[in-house]
């Protein structure tokens, strides 16, 4: 994929030949003609809805140059499907975008299940048989493509009528062709009468049908038919019994962990900022990324996607939240390397993975000119596991805002963002929102994570993947210890 792009970079055609030859193109955006040359395919994105039926011009230019249906927002793709159907392309299925899901409901992933086997066993045919598009139906609002290839033809057809279709749809010239209705799997009685043969199935919203020469051997697409009958009977799931398109709600985050009593009481408690509790709405501002955020408690359910989809892009969303803070105690900068150290030496702590943990020492021992400094490279669980020996926990949050207002330049920031207890988990995607920001700023793209100091009524949604991939040169963590109730 060539993300954001819609044409292959000058030369790497080329360079990538060199090395693989015919490795697949497919930028995201729509290619020239010419580009079609370098590649293979290309995403038919957010492409206008097509009057009845559209023809893809870079597909019927060269059929060879798959162009896969895309709208990733969508809660139907019956369009989607159409569109691919009728063009004998394809889908590109994207339900976890960038941590939402939104996924495929039942009837579309049945419709898809009945459509890729006949894609792939006529692969051939659908890249370089011939095709005609818009061909002529017997039923108004019914649309058919054919495609043909040696003595073999294919009809994909889509019935907008709103019902099962039981009259003939098609008519034919009789060249002697035995048909099949691909859809359910079983053969189509042809009425043959003065040279012309008709066409009559139960054509559902969609269907496939088959046309086998006289000599043509019908024994090879068995196991194509048996698949199809196998999946026509099976009957699409009531939404309230499809776990695939279950998501559990993130208004909320997961509990903070539980502090520990620490022999002696916390570690360093005596230098930690003191903030005292009490109810107060906190309102965070941010640019709106393609993984969105999550809802603010008290939004109707019906009203969460607002929150939680990617678009528009660079949209500022605004979250108002009121809580009740306990008092507690805060450290008044991140916690450093050498802080670190002591941990790792005093408890011999290793991670479940150890991929790029404390990946900017160099080694078991952290260098002098590093000590003073944010540790970076640490996971969530890292941090957790160091606020547990420390007989603290991460700070929440709201306890970083709430410390950041009201102790301004005491509370220092902005060096490194910072892991805090806002965990959420959909059932399909886990993550964090980070506090601070950090002094490095890639430049170039705003589609970057957000970089340098951040407002302190700001936040960034962090995906968790795995420890080696969660830790990072440019996110560290604070401590909060809470003085009780």
Known sequence: FLDTMAAAPAGLRRAVDAVRPGVAFEPEGHPTIDETEHCTGSWAQWLQPFPGIGVLHLKWIEPRHMQHQIRRWDKSHQDELAAAWLNGSGILVWENIFGYWNPWNAEDRAVLRRMVPVWRHFATTFAQGQWRP????????????????????????????????????????????????????????????????????????FGAVLAVGPKGDVASYAVLMAKQREAAAWSPLRAEDDRHARALPVVEPKPPQVVRPRPGGALGAAEMLKVEGGRGTFVV????????????????????????IGTPHEQVME??????????????????????????SATQYAPRCRDKFLHHWGGPVCPVELRDKPVVYVDLDDARAYAAWAGKRLATEWEWQQAAQRHGAAFDRADVFEWTESQRDDGHTRFVLLRGGCRYQAAGSIWYFPGGPQPVESHAKFILMDSGLDRSATIGFRCVWPEGP
């Open 319 to 344: 979250h108002r939240v009121t809580v009740t803070l306990a008092p507690y105690r805060i450290d008044p900068r991140p916690i450093t390397n050498a802080q670190f150290e002591a941990f790792v």
């Open 134 to 205: 818009c061909f002529p139906t017997r039923a108004d609002r019914v649309y058919a493509s054919c495609w043909q290839a040696g003595d073999v033809r294919l009809w994909t057809l889509w019935n907008q009528t709103g019902r099962t279709l039981t009259e003939s749809a098609l008519e034919l010239e009789d060249t002697g062709e035995r048909f099949f209705d691909l859809w359910q799997g079983v053969p189509i009685e042809a009425k043959r009468a003065e040279g012309k043969v008709r066409l009559a199935w139960p054509l559902e919203r």
């Open 285 to 308: 501002r941010h640019m709106r990324r393609e993984c969105g955020c999550y809802p603010d408690p008290e939004t109707p359910q019906p009203q969460w996607d607002r929150f939680l």
